[in-house]
C-alpha cells in the first residue's frame, strides 16, 4: 500500500502543472465570453475616435456618441460580471480528465464494487488502476476553447479590432 501513496504523491505532483495550465485556461474562457462586449465596444469607440469622428459630426451627435459609449461599457461590463463565474479546481480536473484515454483520474477514484474479497479480482482491479497511472503521466493540459463564433455570430469583435487597427495605421492617434 504504501508503494502505491508514494506513485499518488509522484502523479500528483507530475499533474500539478497540467491542472494548472488548464485552470488557467478555463479563467480565459470564462473571461473572454463573459467580457468580449466590453472591448469590442471600446475598440470600435477608439477606432471612431482615431478616424475623427469627433471633427464630422455634430455636436449633438457627438455628445450623444460620449453618453451612449460609456452607457453601453457600463452595461457590458455589468453583464460580464453577472455571468463570469470563476472555475473551480474540480472543473480543471474534469477538463484535464475528459482529453485523457479512459478518464483516468476519475477511475483512480473509483472503489472495487464487486469481487473485492477475490484475489484474482482484486488483481484485475490492481491491473487497472497501474494502466490509468500510466495514463496520467503523459498528460498536457489542453488548450482552451476561445471560440466565440455561437456568442457573435456576425463577428463584431473582429470588425472592431479590424478598425482599431486600421486606424491605428491611418488614423490620427
Not at 480565459?28 to 464630422?56: C, H, K, M, N, S
Not at 455589468?78 to 470563476?86: A, M, N, S, T
Not at 475528459?98 to 491491473?127: H, I, Y
Request: proline content about 5%; glycine content about 6%.
Amino acid at each position: 500500500m504504501v508503494a502505491n501513496r508514494s506513485e499518488d504523491d509522484a502523479i500528483g505532483h507530475a499533474l500539478r502543472w497540467p491542472l494548472r495550465i488548464t485552470f488557467a485556461g478555463l479563467v480565459a474562457e470564462r473571461i473572454t465570453r463573459a467580457f468580449w462586449p466590453v472591448w469590442t465596444i471600446l475598440f470600435a469607440a477608439l477606432a471612431a475616435l482615431a478616424f475623427g469622428f469627433q471633427d464630422y459630426a455634430t455636436v449633438e451627435l457627438f455628445w450623444l456618441f460620449c453618453l451612449a459609449v460609456p452607457l453601453c461599457l457600463a452595461l457590458a461590463l455589468y453583464h460580464g460580471v453577472r455571468q463570469f463565474r470563476w472555475p473551480l479546481w474540480d472543473d480543471a480536473r474534469a477538463r484535464l480528465d475528459a482529453t485523457l484515454p479512459g478518464r483516468p483520474l476519475a477511475a483512480l477514484g473509483d472503489k472495487q464494487a464487486l469481487g473485492a474479497l477475490d484475489d484474482q479480482s482484486r488483481a484485475v482491479w490492481r491491473a487497472h488502476l497501474e494502466r490509468m497511472r500510466a495514463r496520467l503521466r503523459g498528460a498536457k493540459a489542453p488548450a482552451p476553447d476561445l471560440r466565440l463564433s455561437g456568442r457573435d455570430p456576425f463577428a463584431l469583435r473582429y470588425a472592431a479590432l479590424v478598425a482599431l487597427i486600421v486606424a491605428a495605421l491611418f488614423g490620427s492617434f
